[in-house]
């Protein structure tokens, strides 16, 4: 069965400061990977996917991810950090777009910005 | 094109008693999951509805069921509440089942007291 495993529950980085957040997963198939985002009192909200093909994925918000199979990894980055960043983040897994497959998420990163 | 709606918002129960929440899907979507997020942790799923079938259930007893309609919104039961059933409930739809794109409603609040 797949897994995620997402290090540190909380991350605080300054403004204008490089975001990284990191996600190992664990899956018996090529995995299909997913970061998600979630502001307070609202629901998941997709940032980027990985399914096949180039291996850097770029997202929305200009956060952009990159998959190492070596590494079993999906860390989640940007350049810069924004205020408007604050929020909780979930890296999330399945093992594929087969009907049964669903998607099992990590247990959230909480990204504070400081001025 | 309307997103996933959740009702309600919020609610507060007590040990024993039902609940019922509900979801409509976003238009276009056949599929619709559902997922238990505690207090500081991630989602975990409960279960899945792909046209009006159960189509996979995580590690929830059954006193924890659901539905899906004909317009493929959905209802999740829980019977026999306890403390710990106290989480966010997320609906989320997505067009086919299998690991698509999932949009996500906002929520809803259950509180047992």
């Known amino acids: 069965a797949q897994s995620v495993t997402q290090l540190g529950s909380h991350v605080s980085v300054s403004e204008g400061a490089l975001v990284l957040l990191r996600c190992n997963y664990s899956s018996s198939v090529p995995p299909y990977l997913f970061w998600y985002v979630q502001y307070p009192n609202q629901g998941l909200q997709l940032l980027l996917k990985?399914?096949?093909?180039?291996?850097l994925v770029k997202g929305i918000n200009g956060f952009e991810a990159e998959f190492k199979k070596s590494e079993t990894s999906f860390h989640l980055t940007k350049p810069s950090a924004h205020m408007s960043d604050a929020a909780e983040y979930f890296c999330a897994v399945s093992d594929g777009a087969n009907r049964d497959d669903k998607i099992i998420f990590g247990k959230g990163t909480r990204l504070h910005i400081l001025p | 094109e309307t997103g996933v709606t959740q009702s309600p918002t919020h609610l507060i129960k007590t040990r024993g008693q039902q609940v019922t929440l509900r979801c409509s899907s976003q238009s276009g979507h056949n599929t619709v999951s559902w997922y238990q997020q505690a207090l500081g942790q991630g989602p975990q799923f409960i279960f899945q509805?792909?046209?009006?079938?159960?189509?996979g259930r995580g590690n929830f007893p059954p006193r924890f069921s659901g539905l899906q309609f004909p317009n493929y919104s959905s209802e999740l039961n829980v019977n026999a509440l306890e403390l710990d059933d106290s989480a966010l409930y997320l609906c989320?739809?997505?067009?086919?089942?299998?690991?698509?794109?999932?949009?996500f409603g906002a929520g809803s609040r259950l509180t047992v007291l």
């Open positions: 509805y792909y046209r009006e079938e159960e189509n």
């Open positions: 990985y399914t096949t093909g180039a291996t």
């Open positions: 989320a739809s997505s067009l086919n089942a299998g690991a698509n794109v999932l949009t």
